[in-house]
């Protein structure tokens, strides 16, 4: 089992950058694929990225292509999200994910843990 928690949310104007952190608990960090997905208000959650194990692949949305860039440490059970040029519908609570496995998918429910999650705010 993982625990997971999210830093760095936070007010930005548009057209800034944030940069999010979730770390991660245990000692298996690298066996797990991670995602970052989000969720405005009255709205489903969505996929912002995800990376496979060894940092070989990355995947993105096309709203968030040339925006984001997910990225992890092994050595710090950590992975992050560049969040640039931020919009003011990027708003809502960005929340990392964890899953058993090394397929990178960009569905929720394929994820096994979820962290509480961190506010982002941008401001137009």
């Known amino acids: 089992q993982v625990q997971l928690v999210e830093s760095g949310g936070g007010l930005v104007q548009a057209g800034g950058s944030l940069r999010l952190s979730c770390a991660a608990s245990?000692?298996?960090?690298?066996?797990?694929?991670m995602g970052w997905f989000r969720q405005a208000p009255g709205k489903e959650r969505e996929f912002v990225a995800a990376?496979?194990?060894?940092?070989?692949?990355?995947h993105y949305p096309d709203s968030m292509k040339g925006r984001a860039t997910i990225s992890r440490d092994n050595a710090k059970s950590t992975v992050y999200l560049q969040m640039n040029s931020l919009k003011p519908e990027d708003t809502a609570v960005y929340s990392c994910?964890?899953?058993?496995?090394?397929?990178?998918?960009?569905?929720?429910?394929?994820?096994?843990?979820w962290g509480q999650g961190t506010q982002v705010t941008v401001s137009s």
């Open positions: 994910a964890a899953r058993s496995g090394s397929i990178v998918y960009t569905t929720e429910n394929k994820y096994d843990y």
């Open positions: 990376i496979s194990r060894n940092s070989g692949s990355t």
């Open positions: 245990g000692r298996t960090f690298s066996t797990y694929v």
